[in-house]
């Protein structure tokens, strides 16, 4: 049943990414390539003026589809949680069960998705057990709509709904994504004006074979594209957009 789930989910992102490749790829340079989330630190951050960080879950924190944050870097990100000047919110392309399960593993962080309805644009918020419905066009909404299509990254809508989640729409430069994944991640980001930081995939055996052709994949055309990436906070890397690429 996960495997189908998963299924439906990489040939819904598929959907969105193949048909528009060339013009995607323009945007897969992320701002920053950083070997671990554990090189992330609350003094880079604050040089940077970094205020808030989307993140990424499966393959960025943890495994697929695993029940906590991967042992290795639980100490550096449970740090970043705490930290009192900085706000999180988790952007995800997983099923709504997923959500739940990230909305208890997280449930101070909200969780981000999105949905093509018959009103437009939807996003369900969902923070621990609660959920709410918001609409850019009509607000707050009081129970669920009728869901046409999910929302999969890449999308700005997605990104656009995680910043007016945590009141910071009118400051993208100031928010960090952290993922793994160019085509997904990577070109989210870049196409609100966010920073990135690429993170290489965490257990990559743990994912579907469909996803691991794809980050293969991703990972070729990027070294095509730029060569093979430089990892680490480099005096250059600061807010580097890559909107023209």
């Known amino acids: 049943?996960?495997?189908?789930?998963?299924?439906?989910?990489?040939l819904q992102t598929a959907r969105r990414v193949l048909p528009n490749l060339v013009r995607l790829s323009r945007q897969i340079r992320p701002t920053i390539h950083l070997s671990s989330v554990s090189d992330i630190c609350l003094e880079q951050l604050n040089r940077e003026g970094i205020k808030a960080i989307l993140w990424d879950v499966d393959g960025t924190l943890m495994a697929h589809h695993a029940g906590r944050v991967d042992p290795s870097i639980a100490g550096a990100f449970t740090a970043l949680l705490r930290a009192?000047?900085?706000?999180?919110?988790?952007v995800s392309n997983c099923q709504e069960a997923r959500a739940a399960e990230l909305g208890q593993m997280f449930p101070?962080?909200?969780?981000?998705?999105g949905y093509e309805t018959k009103v437009g644009c939807v996003f369900r918020i969902t923070r621990d057990v609660e959920t709410k419905w918001w609409s850019p066009d009509h607000g707050r909404l009081f129970g669920k709509p009728e869901i046409v299509s999910p929302i999969r990254k890449p999308s700005a809508k997605l990104i656009e709904s995680a910043l007016?989640?945590?009141?910071m729409s009118n400051e993208p430069e100031a928010v960090l994504l952290v993922g793994d994944q160019y085509f997904t991640d990577i070109v989210s980001a870049n196409l609100v004006g966010v920073r990135s930081a690429k993170v290489p995939t965490m257990k990559q055996s743990s994912f579907p074979i469909p996803v691991?052709?794809?980050?293969?994949?991703?990972?070729?055309?990027?070294?095509?594209?730029?060569?093979?990436?430089?990892?680490?906070?480099?005096?250059?890397?600061?807010?580097?957009?890559?909107?023209?690429?």
């Open 84 to 90: 009192t000047d900085l706000r999180h919110a988790i």
């Open 164 to 167: 007016v989640e945590l009141n």
């Open 212 to 245: 691991k052709l794809s980050q293969q994949l991703e990972t070729i055309l990027y070294r095509l594209k730029y060569g093979r990436p430089s990892f680490g906070w480099l005096e250059e890397t600061k807010i580097q957009h890559t909107a023209e690429d």
């Open 108 to 113: 101070e962080v909200p969780v981000v998705l």
């Open 1 to 10: 049943m996960r495997m189908g789930i998963m299924s439906e989910t990489w």
